[in-house]
């Protein structure tokens, strides 16, 4: 029975490697620039976000201190907390608009009317 149990435990350590590799494979980081910002892509963060993820996005942030990701489909609620996942948020711009209900999320808009 132990023998069984140890095996069964193997696996789902051995699946869950794979899963963590797999993941970090669809991860890419383009820089936009030779000293500030970069996008990554390759990932949704509402489903492949863990500590492995979370830990890489982490020293990109230090790297590059400006992270750009693009067609995520997240809430707000999510946008706050996974803001707090890598520290504690500033207080809200007291001039910029923000998202209705979460003043740490200011809203930067480039469009023609904006």
């Known amino acids: 029975m132990v023998f069984v149990c ?10 869950y490697k794979i899963v963590l590799i797999w993941t970090m494979k669809q991860y890419h980081l383009n820089k936009l620039s030779p000293e500030l910002g970069a996008e990554i892509s ?11 993820i979370q830990n890489k996005i982490y020293d990109d942030l230090i ?10 489909n ?3 609620q999510f946008h706050v907390e996974f803001a ?5 948020i500033e207080e809200p711009h007291p001039v910029y ?3 209705d209900g979460f003043p740490e999320i200011v ?3 480039n469009d023609k009317n904006h």
Do not use: A
């Open 6 to 15: 140890c095996y069964f435990y193997y696996t789902l350590l051995c699946r």
């Open 42 to 52: 390759g990932i949704d963060l509402s489903k492949d976000f863990n500590e492995e």
């Open 63 to 72: 790297q590059y201190k400006v992270l750009f990701f693009r067609e995520q």
């Open 74 to 76: 997240i809430t707000p």
């Open 84 to 88: 707090k996942s890598f520290g504690s």
């Open 97 to 99: 608009p923000h998202v």
């Open 107 to 109: 809203l930067l808009e």
